[in-house]
């Protein structure tokens, strides 16, 4: 088995410790100490299910045995797919508490990603949800473990079926180790959005993870009387930590769990539960916006509105105070890594028209040319940055190492960005044939290769193109090979491929050819950026 490790320089290290920012704490110390001390508070809230600390730990600890009675061994890995249910944090603090390695995966992801998550990471079980959003996982996992014959156990909450059912698992505290894990080592896996094909393993240390988690609680303003509802998908990066869910319990908070993020779900809950502060990306904020005078539900608990994932247009950003009474937190980061904010008490204009400021005095961001040279600020340039929580590889990968960091450490992060006064960055796009749809990021490459595999088209590339709703949406250029097939009938077939549904192009439009002279004189991203502005010019003003 590849090791899964972060390898942050001993003199990085040394230094990060000094300064306070990495505590030697541990994800199951965290859940430990709040169950001691605010045993009978609230922890989670989520359908019928109300939980307290004290209930929370009792359960992670059930968890921890019942994995481990399976023959998992502390450092083996696991991939979990589950939605916003309070079993969520009773598997993945079990799995802290067993030694063992989540590595998260999204609700929306099917077949061919779950394939692959499990075949990187060398898992050795998957948790999944019975059912959930009128899709049946089970079958999912059964084909996942035939493809996988590595995979030895499924889990699931809920209805098993053929496999394991977690409300089997007993608990065996004998079998619990005696110690905890070192908190350099990794505590879980995010995946990245996947620039060029299915996405990279980041694996994240309990050091760094916890200072990104415990500094963004400090900026956000989180404490034992705040209450997150958590309303995008718990397994994304940006509700997990920034500071989301894990910043909640970190603090002694408690976390709403919406199984949906529109209105008419979590209005609702903001206003029978108190909500104070929740995260969305830029199309559900608008979508919140429009809907808020229409419904009529009190949000005046609300304090803090965080938008992230994508850029939040000024025209947009500015109506969040007058119509939904909060404050907006503008929150641009990367599951990498590097997270911006803007602060509470920041001016209006630095909150409407910048993307926020990096946590960390000791988060070294540079802002450089095509040429590697360094712009001048409220210049555009390509964002590199290095500091106490941004990975320094991802797992097993050697290609995607060499393209995105340097030498001396510095992530690519493949975003364009102004800086301006401050410190504080405006996010003018991508670098890279990424597509940013609704915090979504797809790999323009992995959707052509699909595109690629169907019979009737001989060629494909596919682009991003600007939404006023969604950021970005994906459109395919198809050449075809014969009778072109429609849009619909293409979408389908995608579809049957099984993979996730954001990644099926948005919009197709058949070409007869690409603008290109002979094979190898235009780079794709050269023929991407092409097609892409002949498509703005015949859209127009439409955009």
């Not at 995946?191 to 415990?214: C, N, Q, V």
Request: glycine letters at 8%; a negative charge; charged letters at 25%.
């Amino acid at each position: 088995m590849i090791p899964l490790e972060q390898p942050f320089p001993e003199e990085f290290a040394r230094r990060y410790r000094e300064r306070g920012y990495w505590r030697g704490d541990t994800f199951p110390e965290v859940l430990e100490r709040q169950a001691a001390d605010r045993r009978d508070a609230l922890v989670v809230i989520g359908g019928d299910e109300r939980w307290t600390y004290g209930e929370l730990a009792e359960r992670a600890e059930t968890m921890a045995a019942g994995f481990l009675k399976l023959g998992l061994k502390p450092g083996d890995r696991v991939v979990v797919q589950l939605p916003n249910i309070p079993a969520f944090f009773a598997v993945t603090f079990g799995l802290f508490r067993a030694g063992l390695i989540p590595v998260f995966t999204l609700p929306a992801h099917r077949l061919t990603e779950i394939i692959h998550f499990v075949r990187k990471s060398e898992a050795s079980a998957l948790v999944i949800a019975d059912e959930f959003d009128g899709f049946d996982y089970r079958p999912l996992a059964a084909a996942v473990k035939e493809a996988v014959p590595a995979l030895a156990h499924v889990v699931v909450i809920g209805e098993a079926g053929e496999h394991k059912a977690a409300s089997d698992f007993s608990a065996d505290p004998s079998c619990l180790p005696a110690i905890y894990p070192d908190p350099s080592s990794v505590a879980l896996v995010q995946i990245s959005g996947g620039s060029t094909g299915l996405s990279k393993l980041i694996p994240r240390t309990h050091d760094d993870y916890l200072y990104s988690i415990w500094a963004s609680n400090d900026l956000c303003g989180i404490t034992p009387d705040s209450v997150y509802l958590a309303a995008l998908p718990v397994a994304h990066n940006f509700p997990m930590s920034s500071p989301g869910v894990f910043g909640a319990i970190y603090a002694g908070a408690t976390i709403v769990m919406a199984p949906k993020p529109d209105p008419r779900t979590a209005f609702p809950l903001i206003e029978q539960e108190k909500v104070t502060i929740t995260g969305l990306v830029p199309p559900l904020a608008l979508l919140w916006l429009q809907s808020a005078p229409k419904l009529g539900y009190d949000l005046s608990s609300l304090e803090v509105l965080q938008v992230g994932g994508a850029k939040f247009m000024p025209e947009a950003a500015k109506k969040v105070r007058p119509v939904l009474g909060c404050t907006l937190q503008q929150v641009f980061g990367m599951a990498e890594g590097l997270v911006n904010y803007t602060r509470l008490d920041d001016p209006e204009e630095i909150i409407v028209n910048t993307q926020g400021r990096p946590i960390s005095p000791d988060d070294e961001v540079l802002v450089l040319d095509d040429q590697g040279q360094p712009v001048p600020d409220g210049m555009p340039g390509n964002l590199l940055a290095r500091g106490p929580y941004t990975i320094r590889a991802y797992h097993d990968d050697p290609g995607a190492n060499a393209r995105s960091f340097t030498e001396d450490g510095f992530y690519r992060t493949g975003d364009v960005v102004k800086r301006m006064a401050g410190g504080y960055v405006e996010v003018l796009g991508r670098a890279t044939d990424h597509i940013n749809r609704a915090g979504e990021k797809i790999s323009a490459e992995e959707v052509e290769d699909h595109l690629l595999a169907h019979p009737a088209i001989f060629d494909a590339a596919v682009v991003s193109m600007p939404d006023r709703f969604l950021g970005e949406r994906s459109c395919a250029f198809i050449i075809p090979d014969g009778d072109a097939p429609s849009a619909a009938a293409l979408k389908a077939w995608m579809r049957d491929r099984e993979i996730a549904a954001f990644k099926i192009p948005d919009q197709v439009v058949m070409v007869d050819s690409f603008a290109t002279t002979a094979v190898g004189k235009i780079s794709r991203k050269e023929l991407r950026a092409a097609l892409r502005e002949q498509q703005l010019e015949k859209e127009g003003t439409r955009i």
